[in-house]
């Protein structure tokens, strides 16, 4: 699976940006995605995960009541929106598919395949 996140850029605090994270080479049927992210210095942190075929999200508690993960299996797309944005969540985003994933797996090590990030930059 080879995945493709894109959708970041600068955005002022309380804004909003929406995230894809996008599938080729083959379908995603069967594959749980997750969102993580990361900054200069520290480890990549579990944002979010989505089951197939999109019954179970996960949320860190940071971000709970602000992003949605959710997705288009026919697309073969999966989108993270962040809303009420903070500078805190300023960070490079990465997505990740797991197959058979159960909507408990939050750790980088539990993932098989990784998109490239984008870089998400929420100024005060």
């Known amino acids: 699976v080879q995945l493709q996140a894109s959708g970041g850029g600068l955005v002022r605090a309380w804004g909003s940006l929406r995230l894809s994270c996008a599938a080729s080479?083959?379908?995603?049927?069967?594959?749980?995605l997750g969102w993580f992210r990361q900054t200069p210095g520290k480890d990549r942190e579990f944002v979010a995960s989505i089951t197939w075929p999109g019954g179970t999200t996960t949320y860190t508690d940071s971000v709970k009541g602000r992003f949605t993960s959710s997705r288009d299996n026919g697309k073969k797309t999966v989108y993270l929106q962040m809303n009420s944005l903070k500078p805190e969540d300023t960070a490079v985003y990465f997505c990740?598919?797991?197959?058979?994933?159960?909507?408990?797996?939050?750790?980088?090590?539990?993932?098989?395949?990784w998109g490239q990030g984008t870089l998400v930059t929420v100024s005060s």
């Open positions: 990740a598919a797991k197959y058979r994933g159960n909507g408990l797996d939050n750790q980088r090590v539990d993932y098989d395949y």
């Open positions: 080479g083959r379908t995603l049927v069967g594959y749980a």
